[in-house]
């Protein structure tokens, strides 16, 4: 049971390159999340996934897009990279059908953009 | 989902028990009370959450006041590898919890 995994775990990118980050967790979750964190911040919530086949928006969207690709899988693009995404992405997922919405997080991408 | 007040910064010795307190005034009926923890880069931790009783688990306690307008996340014997950043978090029990918000938190230092 790998949990919520993240690849990659680093990437440098150029202002004006795109990127797909990739989230999958194995622990049959409902709802799945996006949070970038930048230094010495909290984590701030970019978009999320209530369940499949829906996303919503969070705090910080502009610049991101998302897509719900199953259950499991839930990836983050970049279209046009730009300096002030340069963050720590953090994929998440829970499941409200327990009755709790404790979140459980993947290690994280550092992506930098020059 | 109510804000929080967390001061920035706590020590603690090893071996003794760690109480981080969390402020959170504006709570509603329908809102709990979560922690979350950071250990350096990692991606948070939770640890535990509650509505209005008290809780305990393996990891560590949480009491809500009778107003349930504060709490403490006490860890009962805190080692070095409890050095991270608390995170106390207040959201809704229903659909609107999926927008959850992390403050700052508090970074507690574990001393030898």
Request: include cysteine; charge should be positive.
């Amino acid at each position: 049971n790998a949990g919520v995994t993240q690849t990659p775990k680093f990437q440098v990118l150029k202002t004006g390159q795109s990127m797909t980050l990739q989230c999958a967790q194995d622990m049959n979750h409902n709802s799945m999340y996006w949070y970038r964190q930048d230094p010495g911040m909290g984590l701030r919530l970019i978009y999320y996934s209530a369940s499949e086949g829906t996303t919503d928006k969070g705090e910080v969207p502009n610049g991101y897009n998302v897509s719900r690709l199953n259950k499991r899988e839930f990836s983050l693009r970049l279209e046009s990279a730009a300096p002030s995404q340069t963050s720590v992405y953090f994929c998440a997922s829970s499941d409200p059908t327990s009755g709790s919405y404790e979140q459980y997080f993947g290690p994280g991408t550092r992506l930098t953009v020059t | 989902d109510a804000k929080t007040t967390q001061p920035p910064s706590m020590d603690c010795a090893e071996g003794r028990a760690a109480n981080l307190p969390c402020n959170h005034s504006t709570i509603s009926g329908n809102e709990y009370v979560y922690w979350y923890r950071q250990i350096h880069s990692q991606g948070p931790q939770y640890i535990i959450h509650g509505l209005k009783n008290n809780e305990t688990n393996e990891m560590a306690s949480l009491i809500i006041t009778e107003d349930r307008k504060s709490s403490t996340l006490i860890l009962p014997h805190a080692t070095l590898r409890d050095t991270a950043v608390y995170y106390c978090i207040v959201r809704s029990g229903n659909t609107g919890g999926f927008k959850t918000i992390f403050g700052a938190g508090t970074r507690l230092f574990v001393k030898a």
